[in-house]
């Protein structure tokens, strides 16, 4: 029967030692506390989650860009997600910790190496009393070699599950500024809008107080008005006139800003629209317990927990006993042609059994470490729980709230122009005075900025209860590439071509 080569049969034996001792190491999870999630009730307590009129029982939705009202989100937050250097950097790092996870469960395995060695050496060889002749030898050695520490109580194992749950922390926080990207981009898009409205309305505010103050001018150069109508007049010119110019800056500020979290150079050249889209009525919540599996930021935070448990358990079984076993083998001869043949085997195979006895108290100060710092995570758990709750609450009463103050402003924007234009008309008449129509024009403007202002945070907080409630904002795969650039003034079909918040 053929004999197989000693570093061969060591290989294989290897081998089947790591399918009989090694199991798959598996992501830790933190059942073993059963104070680690917080009490949930069963439905939302606030308002808007009472009403009739919000489905809280339905399905968190994971379409809330396309939700909003408006096709042109999609294809902005694609480019953000495809140029926004912060994002890659993150998923850089990303790519470091999944490195580390694969170093980490390593340590698990056997280490096996291979070598040549190739020596040539001198002897003395004495001849004579006080003589001796020199002889020239050389050997040469090919062999491989085993390194294996038998993980006897799991601390491998734990070392293991702890850099997974490092890893799948590091994927969560990932998604989760992806989520947060795409609500930035969405915000910084209606900001822009809200500036574009609000440039156009001083705009609109600056040709009709000129044109009063014309009116005054006119009716004072006629000998009707006095030098104080005329002043007030062309004061609330210049007031306008100012406001105008910050209207423009603040445009100017918006679309630099949208323009950045694009990944573009912020060269005020991105263009923009002047319409909000109106919200749908309702938003479905879902429940309390839901947003424990579905909000990126507690799973990392559950993640980190569990990682930090594991580490607790490495850290107590480093005081035990660790089993290490070594081998090496192979053939060993003075010619080169012998080194393959089995007759000129070498092997060697070793246990070793290690016990820490005197360590200065460092293996115990490491375990407490471990152990606090696991409580630190715990807290930090509960802490990110209560705080995702309170966001969801909050952002539901203020979808209540604001909805009403929207209503409000809305009237009163309505009555504050109806108002004007009847100001207007009884001082041409001579029936009422400059500073009646003055007051009612300025009234009209802050009416008419306060609506838009208002409409604007509803939008804002619906995209805040989306992140709170931890929906999604696609159905496809992630973006990989830059798409090409987007004439937002003319586009109108959405292309979402990935789920963009999945998992690399």
């Known amino acids: 029967m053929t004999r197989l080569p000693f570093s061969t049969r060591l290989s294989t034996g290897a081998s089947v030692l790591v399918l009989a001792f090694s199991g798959c190491v598996t992501s830790p999870r933190t059942a073993q506390r059963p104070e680690a999630v917080p009490d949930a009730p069963s439905r939302w307590t606030a308002p808007a989650a009472t009403t009739s009129n919000a489905p809280e029982n339905k399905a968190v939705s994971d379409d809330w860009l396309l939700r909003l009202g408006d096709p042109r989100l999609p294809d902005l937050v694609e480019q953000a997600l495809a140029r926004n250097h912060d994002l890659r950097a993150l998923a850089a790092s990303l790519e470091s910790t999944r490195a580390a996870s694969i170093i980490a469960g390593a340590d698990r395995l056997p280490q096996i190496g291979v070598g040549l060695d190739a ?104 000998g009707i008005g006095t030098s104080l109508e005329l002043r007030l007049a062309l004061a609330n010119a210049a007031s306008a006139a100012a406001l105008l110019e910050q209207r423009r800056q603040e445009l100017d500020s918006a679309v630099r800003t949208l323009e950045t979290l694009l990944g573009r150079y912020p060269a005020n050249m991105l263009a923009t629209i002047d319409a909000l889209p109106e919200l749908q009525v309702t938003v479905p919540a879902g429940i309390p317990s839901e947003v424990l599996q579905r909000r990126p930021d507690l799973v990392a935070a559950e993640r980190r927990l569990a990682a930090a448990d594991a580490r607790t358990r490495e850290a107590r079984k480093a005081r035990l006993p660790s089993l290490s076993l070594t081998g090496s083998g192979g053939t060993a001869s003075n010619d080169l042609d012998d080194l393959l043949d089995a007759d000129f085997e070498v092997w060697s195979i070793a246990a070793g059994l290690a016990q820490p006895l005197i360590q200065g108290g460092r293996l115990r100060a490491a375990a407490d470490r471990n152990a606090a710092l696991a409580e630190r995570a715990h807290a930090d758990y509960l802490s990110a729980v209560l705080e995702a709750f309170r966001e969801v609450e909050s952002a539901l009463a203020a979808e209540h709230l604001l909805r009403r103050r929207e209503e ?31 007051e009612s024009q300025r009234r009209a403007l802050d009416a008419r900025s306060s609506y838009l202002l208002i409409r604007e945070q509803r939008l804002r907080n619906r995209v805040d209860l989306h992140l709170a409630l931890g929906g999604d904002f696609g159905a496809g795969g992630a973006t990989n590439s830059a798409p090409p650039a987007v004439d937002l003034a003319s586009h109108d079909a959405p292309t979402l071509s990935a789920a963009l918040i999945r998992r690399p």
């Open 408 to 438: 409000n402003l809305r009237e009163f924007a309505e009555q504050s122009a109806g108002a004007e234009r009847l100001a207007q008309d009884e001082y041409e008449a001579g029936l009422s005075d400059i500073v009646t129509v003055l």
């Open 119 to 222: 020596a040539r050496f001198q002897n003395a060889v004495k001849t004579a009393p006080g003589e001796a002749v020199g002889a020239i030898a050389q050997s040469r050695q090919l062999g491989a070699n085993v390194r294996w520490e038998i993980d006897l109580w799991g601390k491998l194992r734990d070392r293991g599950q702890a850099a997974l749950a490092d890893l799948e922390a590091a994927e969560a926080d990932f998604a989760g500024a992806r989520l947060s990207l795409a609500a930035g981009v969405a915000k910084a898009w209606f900001r822009t809008s809200t500036s574009r409205l609000q440039l156009q309305l001083a705009e609109e505010t600056v040709r009709n107080f000129e044109a009063t103050a014309d009116l005054v001018r006119s009716r004072f150069e006629a």
